[in-house]
């Protein structure tokens, strides 16, 4: 299938993970391409049976650009997407304790307000994938590859 990849990375971080997914899904057949969305008019987005979204966090919320982008995003409802962003890894209170799942999507609304901004449109979530940051400008958290590769796989399967 054909598949293009809309980006936001600022520090680099989602682009590696967009370039990593693009070469595994050229891999496995599909015709990739990967754009930051500085590149691309969202009014006039290439044809594809897929579209993935990736967006680094800021303040709880997409970086400013992509709230624009996919607030702008014109595409026909029913067009499948994919997300990903790129997160601060949770780290410890003073007291050692790790914040629960609950307490972290309180304050991080990063995918939720993707989600909504194309749902609203009558696009159709098939994936997502979150990709954490060891600190605020990086690097990737070691494992990233492997989550990329699951992303991939269940895309391809689809
Ligand atoms: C000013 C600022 C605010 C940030 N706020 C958040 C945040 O609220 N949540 C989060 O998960 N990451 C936050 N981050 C870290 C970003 O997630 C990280 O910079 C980004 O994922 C790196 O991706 P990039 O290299 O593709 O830009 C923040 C970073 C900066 C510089």
Same mark, same amino acid.
């Given at each position: 299938m054909r598949i293009e990849i809309y980006h936001a990375s600022k520090y680099g971080n989602g682009a590696m993970v967009a370039e990593e997914l693009r070469k595994l899904l050229? *891999?496995?057949?599909? *015709?990739?391409? @990967?754009?930051?969305?500085k590149d691309v008019s969202p009014k006039a987005l290439s044809p594809a049976d897929l579209y993935i979204? /990736?967006?680094? #966090?800021?303040? /709880?919320k997409p970086i400013g650009g992509m709230r624009r982008f996919?607030?702008?995003?014109?595409? !026909?409802a029913g067009t499948r997407y994919a997300l990903f962003s790129t *997160?601060?890894? !949770?780290? !410890?209170?003073?007291? /050692?304790?790790?914040p629960t799942e609950e307490e972290i999507a309180k304050w991080q609304?990063?995918?939720p307000l993707m989600d909504e901004a194309l749902q +609203?449109? #009558?696009l159709e979530?098939? +994936? +997502?994938?979150?990709?954490? @940051?060891t600190d605020l400008k990086g690097p990737l958290e070691e494992s990233w590859r492997k989550k990329v590769e699951q992303l991939a /796989?269940?895309?391809? +399967?689809d």
């Open positions: 050229d *891999e496995r057949g599909n *015709e990739v391409s @990967v754009s930051h969305i979204f /990736g967006s680094p #966090g800021r303040i /709880g996919l607030s702008k995003v014109n595409l !026909p *997160e601060a890894a !949770p780290r !410890p209170d003073k007291n /050692g304790r790790m609304r990063i995918q +609203a449109k #009558g979530k098939t +994936a +997502a994938l979150k990709v954490y @940051v /796989g269940s895309l391809a +399967a």
